[in-house]
């Protein structure tokens, strides 16, 4: 089982950029597949993009194309998001998750604790 | 590209069993598993059930999924239910055409 820590919550003002770290513990890190997920108030679960650290190459959801960038540094095993231009759209708890992607599966295993990110003026 | 849609809300009684459902608009659905995750108020998501049917460890086998390509739907069956239950569920796939994660809308247990 992987231990997900991840960074505190955030208050941000429109158009700025916003970064999102998430620490693993007690797995290996550099195999498992890292997504982040995230959950707008009273709504449900939204992908945004994840990553197999070992191969480094992030895929990301269609929707946050061109907006979001996730990234992995295997010496800290530590995933990162970063999602720019935001908006009053973008306030949600983001959540990091660890699991398994082969050919056409993706799932995960283990949860972080979710970060809020507050977007106003 | 599909869609996954449950129903909005369920309810049941302590030690009865209650199945949610997870339709798919277009496909398939065996074409990709199915996963169920359990989201209790203000905490985490946690997996009940990946690979249509399989537990992670630590999940009671009152937990179970399944799929049915006759109604192209996935389900997810809570049996003696208890009230550690009452939660928010979510079915997830995956969709092969655009390399994007489906997620089914989200399914309120109330158990009374």
């Known amino acids: 089982q992987v231990q997900l820590v991840q960074s505190g919550a955030e208050v941000k003002k429109p158009g700025s950029s916003v970064k999102v770290s998430c620490k693993a513990s007690?797995?290996?890190?550099?195999?498992?597949?890292i997504s982040w997920v995230r959950q707008a108030p009273g709504q449900g679960l939204e992908w945004m993009g994840g990553?197999?650290?070992?191969?480094?190459?992030?895929n990301y959801a269609q929707k946050f194309q061109g907006r979001v960038t996730i990234t992995a540094d295997e010496s800290t095993s530590t995933a990162y998001m970063e999602l720019s231009s935001l908006r009053s759209e973008d306030t949600a708890v983001y959540y990091c998750?660890?699991?398994?992607?082969?050919?056409?599966?993706?799932?995960?295993?283990?949860w972080g604790q979710g970060t809020l990110v507050t977007v106003s003026s | 590209n599909f869609m996954l849609t449950q129903p909005h809300s369920v309810s049941e009684s302590p030690g009865k069993t209650v199945t949610i459902s997870c339709t798919r608009s277009?496909?398939?659905?065996?074409?990709?598993?199915v996963q169920w995750y359990q989201q209790r108020p203000g905490s985490s998501p946690t997996t009940v059930i990946y690979e249509d049917n399989q537990r992670p460890s630590g999940v009671p086998d009152r937990f179970s999924g399944s799929i049915d390509s006759s109604s192209n739907s996935a389900s997810l069956t809570i049996s003696g239910l208890k009230t550690e239950d009452e939660a928010d569920y979510y079915c997830?796939?995956?969709?092969?055409?655009?390399?994007?994660?489906?997620f089914g809308g989200g399914t309120k247990l109330t158990v009374l």
């Open positions: 277009s496909g398939s659905i065996a074409s990709n598993y």
């Open positions: 990553i197999i650290p070992i191969f480094g190459t992030a």
């Open positions: 007690g797995g290996t890190f550099s195999s498992y597949a």
């Open positions: 997830q796939s995956y969709d092969s055409s655009n390399r994007d994660v489906v």
């Open positions: 998750a660890s699991g398994h992607s082969y050919g056409d599966v993706l799932f995960w295993l283990d």
